[in-house]
């Protein structure tokens, strides 16, 4: 790719990019997709909501509350987290801490635990 096409690769890529977001947004809502951050953070699964398959591999997309803000978090179902968040979920639990410890795809690591009271 020469340099004097690099603007139109730019535009066409932007608008492909838009192009997807508009379908799936069409397809799935305006819900925004959830990335926690690091530290401590209260979730709430809506289990009223059936998880989809993700389109990536391995990863299901589950309807929860942040904040009182409805998201979808995808969470690889070949994880640990996952494995936990399906034994309390039996349970009947639905409102979780969520501790993500780590900064990088390398070194993070999260973990359940129930809220007091």
């Known amino acids: 790719m020469s340099n004097e096409n690099v603007p139109e690769w730019i ?3 932007s608008k492909r990019v838009e192009s997807e977001r508009q379908k799936y947004q069409e397809e799935h809502g305006q819900l ?5 951050s690091e530290g401590v ?3 709430e699964v ?3 909501k059936k998880p989809e398959q993700s389109k ?9 509350l942040v904040n009182g803000n409805e998201h979808i ?3 690889n179902t070949r994880s640990p987290l996952y494995r936990e968040l399906l034994q309390q979920l039996k349970t009947g639990a639905r409102k979780f801490n969520l501790i993500r410890m ?3 795809a390398e070194d993070t690591r999260y973990k ?6």
């Not at 359940?112 to 009271?117: F, K, T």
């Open 102 to 104: 780590g900064t990088s």
């Open 11 to 13: 535009d066409a890529e």
């Open 32 to 36: 925004s997709f959830w990335k926690p």
């Open 56 to 64: 990536y591999e391995n990863k299901v997309e589950l309807h929860i």
């Open 41 to 43: 953070q209260q979730i």
């Open 46 to 48: 809506l289990v009223d």
């Open 73 to 75: 978090w995808t969470v």
């Open 112 to 117: 359940l635990s129930l809220p007091a009271g």
